[in-house]
């Protein structure tokens, strides 16, 4: 039961290489195959999603920098307004007050004339009492009574018309 | 006088060297257990092929038991 | 004694199983090598159908577990090589599942090829070939000579001794255990045909028979690890 035979033992080890190219050629390249193909498929897929990823980071930023660009727009519309607003209401306060200049100093200059013109009124009154007065004395004979009587009067109509 | 049988208990005798190898080799690896049952499946592939390869002598020697007597 | 006569038919009935008409004998084909061939013609088969139709998406059931089993099985015996020597997992798994499958042949009825020492004695020797191979081809022809007389030159002997040690351990360990097994299945089958041997043929062609197959191929990848290194 111990003897060697060669032919047997050059038969199996030829077996063995047999069933090692069988095992090679049925299972491990197989599996292999598809495991490597498993394999770039899955780095294909993460190469997508990196790319996808970075093209998404890319235009997550461009809008942002869009953003706020707008929002500087935005401010600078807002302090747009708020300057035409304020120069509106510079002008519009500037107008008021040059109107109210303007008519304070029409108003004063009216009031002069008005002075001046019931100034004038007063001479020509105060020329016709005198011109009256002379001519009252010129028709009446002079005596110093008299001349007392008629100063009085004018006296009296002058400072009735003033008062 | 046919002396090949005793020479066949003779050569069992082997199993000696085998059984005390594994109760040894299985004692201490109990005892590695108790003191680290996280590590029991290593422990257990060692001493399996620690078995495995203690149990050796004693096949040997069943072999050559075998070989006298029917050789 | 009835015994004697049955482990007589056991060990010593005629192994030839083809008989070539020339050489006297001396060319038979042996019983162990016609079972290896239904063996290997058993894998091939099986083999095709398991991996037949292998799809990238949606795989199949069969396609997962046959998968699942390649990598574990390669990372085991990767595991046991070390990184140096990967490139021979592939041999190693294969007298792994070899292995496995013939020392359980015995369940199905054949007679296991392990049991022959011709096969186990073929095996070693590849696997010693497969050793120095390895070797030569990691460290050169000079370092490989080198490695004898490491770590010193005294123990040249030994290591040269070593080269028909190591194949002979590992034939005559698988082979002894395998007839051994067989053997006491049969007086136990011998004693009490059924039941009885049931639960003793779980341990003895099941586990021990998975046991061996494992030794086997770990100590090869001992001996490949140590040899490349």
């Known amino acids: 039961m111990l003897e060697f035979s060669a032919i047997n ?40 999603a990196d790319l996808a ?52 100093v029409e108003a004063k200059h009216n009031a002069e004339v ?38 009085d009067k004018f006296i009296n109509e002058a400072g009735v018309d003033n008062e | 006088m046919d002396f090949t049988a005793l020479g066949a208990a003779i050569a069992v005798f082997t199993g000696l060297g085998a059984g005390l190898g594994i109760g040894m080799a299985t004692s201490k690896a109990t005892d590695a257990v108790a003191r ?14 620690g078995c495995a390869l203690a149990e050796a002598t004693a096949i040997y020697g069943f072999v050559i038991a075998i070989m006298i007597l029917f050789s | 004694m009835d015994i004697k006569e049955l482990l007589n038919e056991i060990l010593l009935k005629d192994k030839a199983f083809i008989h070539l008409p020339f050489g006297n004998g001396k060319y ?19 083999l095709l159908i398991l991996t037949h139709g292998f799809k990238v998406h949606n ?26 020597a990967a490139g021979y997992t592939d041999y190693i798994v294969t007298v792994l599942i070899f292995l496995g499958v013939s020392n359980m042949s015995g369940l199905l009825g054949f007679i296991p090829p ?26 050169g022809t000079k370092g490989w000579l080198k490695s004898f007389i490491q770590p010193m030159v005294v123990v040249a002997p030994m290591n040269i001794m070593e080269l028909a040690i190591k194949p002979l351990s590992l034939c005559m360990r698988l082979f002894g255990n395998i007839i051994g097994a067989t053997v006491i299945m ?35 990848s001992l001996y490949i690890k140590e040899a490349v290194e």
């Open chain 1, 53 to 104: 990823t970075q093209q998404a980071l890319s235009t997550k930023k461009e809008y942002e920098e869009r953003i706020a660009l707008a929002d500087e727009e935005k401010e600078q519309i807002l302090a747009d307004i708020k300057k035409q607003g304020y120069d509106e209401y510079d002008r519009i306060v500037s107008d008021a007050k040059k109107k109210g200049e303007q008519i304070i």
């Open chain 1, 9 to 48: 033992i050059g038969c199996t080890i030829a077996n063995l290489l047999i069933l090692y190219a069988i095992f090679r050629i049925f299972l491990f390249k197989r599996v292999d195959k598809i495991l490597l193909q498993r394999k770039e498929e899955v780095d294909e897929a993460t190469k997508a």
């Open chain 1, 114 to 151: 008005e002075n001046e013109r019931a100034k004038e009124v007063y001479a020509a009154q105060l020329t016709d009492m005198v011109i009256d007065a002379a001519a009252k004395i010129a028709a009446t004979k002079h005596s110093s009574a008299d001349d007392k009587e008629l100063y």
């Open chain 3, 28 to 46: 038979d084909i042996y019983e162990s090598v016609v079972v290896t061939w239904i063996i290997m013609a058993i894998v091939l088969v099986a």
């Open chain 3, 186 to 220: 049969e007086l136990l089958k011998h004693v009490l045909p059924f039941a009885l041997p049931v639960p003793f043929s779980v341990y003895f062609d099941m586990f021990d028979g998975l046991i061996q197959a494992y030794v086997f191929v770990f100590l090869t």
């Open chain 2, 36 to 49: 680290q049952p996280e590590a029991d499946g290593k422990i257990l592939k060692l001493l399996v092929l």
């Open chain 3, 59 to 84: 795989i199949s059931k069969r396609q997962a577990a046959v998968e699942a089993f390649v990598v574990w099985v390669r990372k085991m015996v990767g595991d046991m090589l070390g990184e140096e």
């Open chain 3, 114 to 139: 392990t049991m022959d020492i011709n096969v186990t004695a073929a095996l070693a020797l590849m696997s010693i070939v497969l050793v120095e191979a390895a070797g030569i081809h990691h460290k």
